[in-house]
């Protein structure tokens, strides 16, 4: 039996959302199976790949006035995104390469920087955070917090290290207890918060 093209249309899954940016209007889809789009109002492919986020959002991360795609992944792990940045001049998306590898990304203030956060095992009793610079599309990395909880106690704390390329100094090393660590949260906000100038 031939299948009709309403049979076929069927088959796929869409996800497809629009959005007027600098006064063009984009469409960015999911299309399952299918590849990840966005097309301008011509119908032309602005930005494409293969692997689909589980969904995505269209959102002005870094504040410069111009919205710009966050993509957000199902993993073991959350928080973890791919970012789009929307390029003004050439009307089109361009992905930060390394921002999957920072999940939970938070901004600091009106600043560049940014400060993140992710489990590092041991029933989340081991976590890390680091902090970067966000310029157009590209990241740098300043600093790195690591809190273990699962070590013997006189190595247990955390570790708060300045970073320069592949170069990573310890600044501070904060003694505390085996176990998880609820305060953990507000303690990365307020330390990122207040000591920012320190990385730049």
């Given at each position: 039996m031939e299948q009709t093209?309403?049979?076929?249309?069927?088959?796929?899954?869409?996800d497809c959302k629009k959005?007027?940016?600098?006064?063009?209007?984009?469409?960015?889809?999911?299309?399952?199976?299918?590849?990840?789009t966005i097309k301008n109002s011509k119908e032309e492919v602005v930005f494409s790949q293969e692997e689909n986020p589980f969904d995505f959002e269209f959102n002005d991360f870094n504040e410069d006035g111009y919205i710009d795609v966050v993509m957000n992944y199902a993993t073991n792990s959350p928080g973890h995104q791919d970012l789009l940045?929307?390029?003004?001049?050439?009307?089109?998306?361009?992905?930060?390469?390394?921002?999957?590898?920072?999940?939970?990304?938070?901004k600091i203030g009106e600043s560049n920087l940014y400060y993140t956060y992710h489990a590092s095992g041991c029933?989340?009793?081991?976590?890390?955070?680091?902090?970067?610079?966000?310029?157009?599309?590209?990241?740098?990395?300043l600093g790195k917090i690591?809190?273990?909880?699962?070590?013997?106690?006189?190595t247990n704390g955390i570790y708060i290290y300045k970073v320069n390329g592949d170069d990573?100094?310890?600044?501070?090393?904060?003694?505390?207890?085996?176990?998880?660590?609820?305060?953990?949260?507000?303690f990365i906000a307020k330390y990122w918060t207040e000591n920012k100038n320190m990385f730049e």
């Amino acid at each position: 039996m031939e299948q009709t093209e309403i049979d076929v249309e069927e088959q796929f899954y869409f996800d497809c959302k629009k959005k007027l940016i600098n006064g063009i209007e984009y469409e960015a889809c999911i299309k399952r199976p299918g590849i990840f789009t966005i097309k301008n109002s011509k119908e032309e492919v602005v930005f494409s790949q293969e692997e689909n986020p589980f969904d995505f959002e269209f959102n002005d991360f870094n504040e410069d006035g111009y919205i710009d795609v966050v993509m957000n992944y199902a993993t073991n792990s959350p928080g973890h995104q791919d970012l789009l940045i929307y390029d003004k001049d050439k009307e089109i998306f361009i992905k930060v390469e390394s921002f999957y590898n920072y999940p939970n990304a938070k901004k600091i203030g009106e600043s560049n920087l940014y400060y993140t956060y992710h489990a590092s095992g041991c029933a989340d009793n081991d976590w890390g955070s680091e902090l970067y610079e966000l310029t157009e599309t590209n990241i740098t990395l300043l600093g790195k917090i690591n809190g273990f909880g699962c070590l013997e106690n006189d190595t247990n704390g955390i570790y708060i290290y300045k970073v320069n390329g592949d170069d990573e100094k310890l600044l501070k090393y904060i003694k505390r207890e085996q176990g998880y660590w609820k305060g953990k949260y507000d303690f990365i906000a307020k330390y990122w918060t207040e000591n920012k100038n320190m990385f730049e």
